[in-house]
């Protein structure tokens, strides 16, 4: 058991990367430091052009802007989250999570038929949203989500493996879950995710001694919204 402790702490740590400490971000919507507001005609042509190759219900699946979750957290210190929710740009959306040894900001991207995760790193609780035309130059990453919601649909490592499921949390029981899944060696990856709200709750799965498994959960406490 000692051991898987290690393991899951370290996985934590590889995905999360050690940062800051503390249990509050702000996300700065302005996306530039001391720089002029007023948009040129390339930022507005590239705003047109991700207006046209979006769908707007894709973002039923974050919290709304300004929006803030806790996450209760057993099996793990660092599975306890605090996550904040912005929209700087059209089709854009921020994400910070801060597991109190972290803050990971996630950028996501709406496309047409998929949620794309364009960048995600270790920021100090101050730092700077990127400006849209640094957004622009990021490399996708991966796919954070993808339709349809139904059994069989598969994306990079993740699997819908269920849906119109029944899920408790500390905040609401939601009725009509579906549940993404991956699987690594012998642990087991899955997210509820509830439309209006996004994920619900994560589970972290992996064998331990007597036939045992240990898990690691984090399950939605509570929602602020502006």
């Not at 996300?27 to 930022?43: R, V």
């Not at 059994?151 to 119109?164: A, L, N, R, Y």
């Amino acid at each position: 058991m000692r051991r898987n402790r290690l393991v899951i702490a370290l996985l934590f740590t590889i995905l999360l990367v050690a940062g800051c400490s503390s249990k509050t971000t702000t996300l700065n919507n302005s996306g530039n430091s001391g720089e002029s507001n007023e948009p040129d005609q390339a930022t507005e042509n590239n705003e047109e052009e991700t207006k046209n190759t979006t769908d707007e219900s894709l973002k039923n699946y974050f919290l709304p802007d300004g929006s803030k979750a806790h996450f209760l957290g057993e099996g793990n210190e660092f599975a306890e989250l605090d996550v904040t929710f912005a929209q700087p740009y059209e089709n854009i959306i921020g994400v910070h999570e801060n597991n109190g040894g972290a803050i990971i900001r996630y950028i996501y991207r709406i496309d047409e038929d998929q949620i794309t995760t364009i960048g995600h790193k270790a920021v100090d609780m101050n730092a700077d949203f990127p400006s849209l035309e640094e957004i622009n130059a990021m490399e996708p990453e991966g796919v954070y989500l993808k339709k349809p919601f139904e059994v069989g649909t598969t994306f990079d490592k993740w699997e819908i493996v269920e849906t119109g499921v029944t899920v408790e949390t500390p905040y609401q029981t939601f009725d009509n879950a579906f549940v993404i899944q991956s699987e690594e060696n012998d642990a087991v990856n899955r997210k509820y995710i509830v439309e209006g709200f996004g994920e619900v709750k994560r589970e972290f799965i992996m064998p331990a001694e007597n036939n045992e498994e240990f898990i690691v959960t984090s399950t939605l406490e509570s929602v602020s919204k502006p």
